[in-house]
């Protein structure tokens, strides 16, 4: 499966995005899917996740609430809305998929082979 990875953009401090991410080349039926995010000098972070099959849903606890990742089957698209932006949450927002993930691996970056291009997520205070 290839991820197309779109939506970023620049907004001010307390505004919304959506991002998304577009499977091709196969669909995102058994896979996990993710979302991680890299701020300038930073490691890659775990943001959330969904379980294709079962729509569970897993968050890192800070952003829980901000954040809602979801589904679309007809459009075999995963989004990311982000509410209530802050300048902290600059980076730059990759989607990830793996059919194998396990429960305890769900929110690192080793556990998903498939990556998109990333895209960038920039709010001014």
């Known amino acids: 499966v290839q991820l197309q990875a779109s939506g970023g953009g620049l907004v001010q401090d307390g505004g919304s995005l959506r991002l998304s991410c577009a499977a091709s080349?196969?669909?995102?039926?058994?896979?996990?899917v993710a979302w991680f995010r890299q701020a300038p000098g930073r490691d890659r972070m775990f943001v959330a996740a969904?379980?294709?099959?079962?729509?569970?849903?897993y968050y890192e606890a800070s952003m829980k609430g901000r954040f809602t990742i979801s589904r679309d089957g007809a459009k075999n698209t995963v989004y990311l809305q982000l509410n209530s932006l802050r300048p902290e949450d600059t980076a730059v927002y990759y989607c990830a998929a793996d059919p194998s993930v396990i429960q305890s691996n769900l929110r690192s970056q080793t556990a998903y082979g498939r990556w998109g291009q990333g895209t960038q997520v920039t709010v001014s205070s």
């Open positions: 969904i379980k294709w099959n079962s729509r569970h849903t």
């Open positions: 080349g196969r669909t995102f039926s058994g896979h996990s």
